[in-house]
């Protein structure tokens, strides 16, 4: 079975992608705005991200920081963005992201749970290098049966 090769401990591979902190507005006395889904203003290049989110006022019962969906562009002007998966990303946490080998960018749309007040969105993208442990496999038995003839 073939296996991703990155190497993410090393920090020089990450880049900051997106930072922001998404707040509700007051509407009156007793209610308030919801965060509204949001696409990001963003291209990610790599299909590989770490995303934290973070929210002062969460609750120790809180285990959903919002989801992001990586979208591609259809190529058909009357279906638009086509939403590729949906990531569940951990409240006052860090996930890892792997997106599928769709496309060379992906535009990310960010979703939060209603009850947020505020919540900080921090997106890194890897640059690093990136191999297949079978493409890996491919080439080390060419470069044996090169030596062979």
Not at 108 to 115: A, G
Request: glycine residues 4%; hydrophobic residues 40%.
């Amino acid at each position: 079975m073939s296996r991703l090769i990155i190497n993410p401990a090393n920090g020089t591979n990450w880049r900051l992608l997106y930072q922001h902190q998404f707040t509700t507005q007051q509407i009156s006395a007793r209610e308030r705005s919801l965060i509204p889904d949001t696409v990001l203003p963003v291209q990610a290049e790599s299909r590989i991200l770490a995303a934290k989110t973070f929210s002062q006022y969460a609750r120790s019962t809180w285990k959903s920081g919002g989801s992001l969906t990586p979208l591609v562009d259809s190529g058909v002007s009357d279906i638009g963005q086509l939403a590729l998966n949906r990531y569940q990303l951990p409240c006052n946490g860090a996930r890892l992201l792997i997106f599928p080998k769709f496309s060379t960018t992906y535009q990310l749309k960010f979703s939060c749970p209603w009850w947020f007040s505020e919540i900080a969105l921090t997106l890194y993208e890897y640059i690093g290098s990136e191999s297949d442990s079978t493409e890996d496999l491919i080439r080390e038995l060419q470069t044996q049966v090169q030596l062979l003839f």
